[in-house]
């Protein structure tokens, strides 16, 4: 059994920064590919940012790039999602996910991912 914290939402003007965490339980954090996703009111969720297990491969959705960035702490078994340049478009409940594989490399489709955590939410002011 995985379990997943997210932490570090809140509220945020436009412009602005916030850094997300996801702190995962188990030994095994290491050799499976994270990722973040965010679900707006009244959308589906949707995709935002992936990484391998080693953190050396990222992967993120267009809009996000150049703003966004995710990195891993093995060590810590924690996930991160720096997120600069904050838009009100960002608003949006955001969770971290764990690849459902080994074999998994950093991607965006939902149905990869096995465990899911509680999310946290982001709210972005203009």
């Known amino acids: 059994q995985v379990q997943l914290v997210e932490s570090g939402g809140g509220l945020e003007q436009a412009g602005g920064s916030l850094k997300l965490s996801c702190a995962a339980s188990?030994?095994?954090?290491?050799?499976?590919?994270m990722g973040w996703f965010r679900q707006a009111p009244g959308k589906e969720r949707e995709f935002v940012a992936a990484i391998s297990m080693s953190g050396v491969s990222t992967y993120y959705t267009d809009s996000v790039k150049g703003r966004f960035t995710i990195s891993r702490d093995n060590a810590k078994n924690t996930v991160y999602l720096q997120m600069n340049s904050l838009k009100p478009e960002d608003t949006a409940v955001y969770y971290c996910?764990?690849?459902?594989?080994?074999?998994?490399?950093?991607?965006?489709?939902?149905?990869?991912?096995?465990?899911w955590g509680q999310g946290t939410q982001v709210t972005v002011s203009s």
């Open positions: 188990g030994r095994t954090f290491g050799i499976y590919a």
């Open positions: 996910a764990k690849a459902g594989s080994t074999y998994y490399g950093v991607s965006s489709r939902e149905s990869d991912y096995d465990y």
